[in-house]
């Protein structure tokens, strides 16, 4: 079967770091994405992690370890306006995008 | 660049008609995709379409059909309505293949069957 792994909702203090967690288990594996969604909006791109490591973009970095099945993304020097959900997603090898149910994330002034 | 545009934004149907959603992918974008967006399942994958072509399908009933124009946009159709299928279906376009580089999403369909 296909399953991800997310926490359901986490609170983070604005200014502080926080690490949304993912863990996969799919049919084969050809990449996994990040995606941030506001309440009310369509899902935006964050990142593509397809090698293992860690990826950084700007305030956003996401690692992945293949091996583990396993995959954070990492948000620093918060702001309120990345209170929004972070959705994992997982490319299997039917080419098939499979996504968590998503993190809310709170943050707090 | 407009982004991916979506039609209706909002409509209610009751249990037992058709619904259909249309779907404009960004200019230059070959590959359309569809999800279903619940609040107990997250977004699920419906179906993929490229070059008028159905790539790849998720594991819904047939009760839920697409299909793609040769100017990319596409169509999603869902027959004989029932309760569980009010959501947010949201479609995303992107250059290529869907492995292949980000999707960009529209703003979504959101469907109240009563």
């Known amino acids: 079967g296909q399953n991800i792994d997310q926490p359901t909702e986490m609170t983070a203090t604005e200014g502080a770091i926080v690490q949304i967690n993912c863990t996969y288990q799919?049919?084969?594996?050809?990449?996994l994405f990040w995606y941030q969604q506001h309440a009310g909006e369509a899902p935006t791109f964050l990142s593509y992690?397809?090698?293992?490591g860690l990826e950084e973009k700007g305030r956003f970095s996401s690692f992945l370890s293949r091996s583990k099945g396993y995959s954070y993304l990492l948000l620093k020097e918060l702001q309120m306006k990345d209170s929004a959900s972070y959705l994992c997603?997982?490319?299997?090898?039917?080419?098939?995008?499979?996504f968590g149910k998503g993190t809310r994330l709170h943050i707090l002034p | 660049k407009a982004g991916v545009t979506q039609t209706p934004r909002y409509l209610i149907k009751t249990r037992g008609q058709q619904v259909t959603l249309s779907c404009s992918p960004i200019?230059?974008?070959?590959?359309v995709s569809w999800y279903q967006q619940t609040p107990g399942q997250g977004l699920q994958f419906l179906f993929e379409?490229?070059?008028?072509?159905?790539?790849n399908k998720g594991n819904f009933p047939g009760r839920f059909s697409g299909r793609q124009f040769s100017n990319s946009r596409s169509e999603m159709n869902v027959s004989t309505l029932e309760l569980g299928d009010s959501a947010l279906y949201l479609c995303?376009?992107?250059?290529?293949?869907?492995?292949?580089?980000?999707?960009?999403f529209g703003e979504g369909s959101r469907l109240t069957v009563l």
């Open positions: 995303a376009s992107s250059l290529d293949y869907t492995n292949t580089g980000e999707l960009f």
């Open positions: 799919t049919s084969g594996f050809n990449g």
């Open positions: 992690n397809v090698l293992d």
């Open positions: 997603a997982v490319l299997n090898r039917d080419d098939k995008i499979i």
């Open positions: 200019s230059g974008h070959r590959s």
């Open positions: 379409y490229f070059s008028e072509t159905q790539r």
